[in-house]
T-cell receptor, first 112, second 118 residues
Framework: TQLLEQSPQFLSIQEGENLTVYCNSSSVFSSLQWYRQEPGEGPVLLVTVVTGGEVKKLKRLTFQFGDARKDSSLHITAAQPGDTGLYLCAGAWNNQGGKLIFGQGTELSVKP | DTGVSQNPRHKITKRGQNVTFRCDPISEHNRLYWYRQTLGQGPEFLTYFQNEAQLEKSRLLSDRFSAERPKGSFSTLEIQRTEQGDSAMYLC????????????????FGPGTRLTVL
């Protein structure tokens, strides 16, 4: 059983479209991080959200942390081929050493 | 380059052999984590250190696995008597914990070591 469920698992869209990736859990997290990973490389940190209801923007990417700190979403506006990659959400509890619990990832492909 | 580095990037070995991987964290970071990632999955936690102390080991870390961080800087992960099921990407991450923003434990990952056990 996956503690963090990401949906969809696969997403193939055309350049210019918008998309949303969801990360859901029944657990409350101290913080949640979003990463992007390319094949054969390690995950690259995009953002950390810590406050319930928090919204953060990174250029065309908008991240939201749920009010109860159990879920999060990533919205990409006007997707570009350079956005292609594996998007991972990861939750952490400060009282458990901060180890990250990852979702299974969303594989995004943006076609020109 | 001041990021996390890992060596080797790729390792191919025969079943039953021992392998050792090295991770050099970001220099001022006091925490170091090891994760394992198999194809199509997110990384899974293996173990972590605060300075030189190993504070937690996952149930995934069998007796064949051992990790060290002798001087609180670089870390090594050794797998003895490798099995085909050990084939995976082994990722290292580091963070700085100690107050302020860093208390949220933002972890920065290295490029990983891809292990293939034949």
């Amino acid at each position: 059983t996956q503690l963090l469920e990401q949906s969809p698992q696969f997403l193939s869209i055309q350049e210019g479209e918008n998309l949303t990736v969801y990360c859901n859990s029944s657990s409350v997290f101290s913080s949640l991080q979003w990463y992007r990973q390319e094949p054969g490389e390690g995950p690259v940190l995009l953002v950390t959200v810590v406050t319930g209801g928090e919204v953060k923007k990174l250029k065309r990417l908008t991240f939201q942390f749920g009010d109860a700190r159990k879920d999060s979403s990533l919205h990409i506006t006007a997707a570009q081929p350079g956005d292609t990659g594996l998007y991972l959400c990861a939750g952490a509890w400060n009282n458990q050493g901060g180890k990250l619990i990852f979702g299974q990832g969303t594989e995004l492909s943006v076609k020109p | 380059d001041t990021g996390v580095s890992q060596n080797p990037r790729h390792k191919i070995t025969k079943r039953g052999q021992n392998v050792t991987f090295r991770c050099d964290p970001i220099s001022e970071h006091n925490r170091l984590y090891w994760y394992r990632q198999t194809l199509g999955q997110g990384p899974e936690f293996l173990t972590y250190f605060q300075n030189e102390a190993q504070l937690e080991k996952s149930r995934l870390l069998s007796d064949r696995f051992s990790a060290e961080r002798p001087k609180g800087s670089f870390s090594t992960l050794e797998i003895q008597r490798t099995e085909q099921g050990d084939s995976a990407m082994y990722l290292c991450a580091s963070s700085l914990v100690g107050g302020g923003r860093s208390s949220y434990n933002e972890q920065f990952f290295g490029p990983g070591t891809r292990l293939t056990v034949l």
